[in-house]
């Protein structure tokens, strides 16, 4: 309802201030229960919920980026075998990248005598940089499985160019943990030279979480895509519309034009 130019001259993320925000209650209700974006949030990780909040609070009004979503949308709630997130490292993985373990230069011949350092007086450190590497090394051969599920699925666009991404980055993630011969090197390579190969895949994960989560709730709550339509000014058209937080709601038609208000 925010932009009401014409779709095919919208090309950026619509600009909803939070007054708008709070009447369309989508993150909280005037009481403060959840608001709509809690009832589509079916999200698997904090990654995945803050992409799908991010989708949320500023809506594409480009047509065709809207209609790439949709299709990606559908596909998804087809698919017979859908993506199951809960027990992957994302997080964990997020927070290994991040952490604030000083990333050495490499010197290969002191690569022994600062594991043995680390090894006797901190012990912590090297353990957290062993489950970093242990948790990426995992997440990506899960991410190089999913790749391969998709075998003659064909997914759309938008799916097909996450995927491709998240393939590639699967391949040399693993290429460089077989190449490297100590945890050190290993780690150094992954928050180094790697880390925005691997910060780039997250967030290809999370938009897929987000992108799952809004086919799940739309299967679940029997929702429908609206058609999209180009035209020289703004229409919505709709029937048997109502508001999902009623029990016991009475559909009602909707016509709304930049001429003449609902």
């Known amino acids: 309802f925010g932009d009401q130019r014409p779709l095919k001259e919208a090309d950026r993320p619509m600009q909803i201030d939070a007054t708008t925000m709070s009447d369309l209650e989508v ?6 229960s959840d608001g709509l974006f809690q009832l589509i949030d079916r999200t698997c990780s904090e990654l995945g919920r803050r992409a799908l909040r991010g989708r949320v609070q500023h809506p ?7 209609r790439r979503t949709q299709h990606a949308v559908l596909f998804l709630m087809r698919r017979a075998r859908p993506f199951r997130f809960e027990q992957w490292p994302l997080e964990g993985v997020d927070s290994y990248l991040r952490s604030r373990i000083e990333v050495r230069a490499a010197f290969p011949p002191a690569e022994p005598l600062r594991y043995c350092w680390l090894a006797l007086r901190n012990r912590d450190v090297l353990k957290e940089l062993e489950e970093g590497v242990r948790q990426t090394v995992g997440l990506f051969r899960q991410l190089a499985t999913l790749g391969e599920s998709f075998g003659n699925d064909e997914p759309p666009e938008l799916i097909s160019g996450l995927i491709a991404d998240l393939r590639h980055a699967a391949r040399t993630v693993l290429e460089a943990h077989s190449n490297h011969a100590s945890l050190l090197s290993v780690d150094r390579a992954y928050r180094g030279p790697l880390r925005e190969t691997i910060e780039h895949a997250l967030s290809a994960v999370a938009e897929l979480d987000a992108l799952n989560a809004m086919a799940l709730s739309t299967a679940a709550l029997g929702w429908t895509m609206p058609e999209l339509v180009e035209s020289e ?17 009475v559909p009602n038609p909707v016509r709304l034009s930049a001429d003449k208000p609902m």
């Open 27 to 32: 993150f909280s209700t005037p009481d403060g």
């Open 233 to 249: 000014s703004f229409l919505l058209d709709a029937d048997a519309v109502f508001h999902p937080f009623l029990r016991e709601p």
């Open 60 to 66: 594409m009004s480009d047509g065709a980026e809207l």
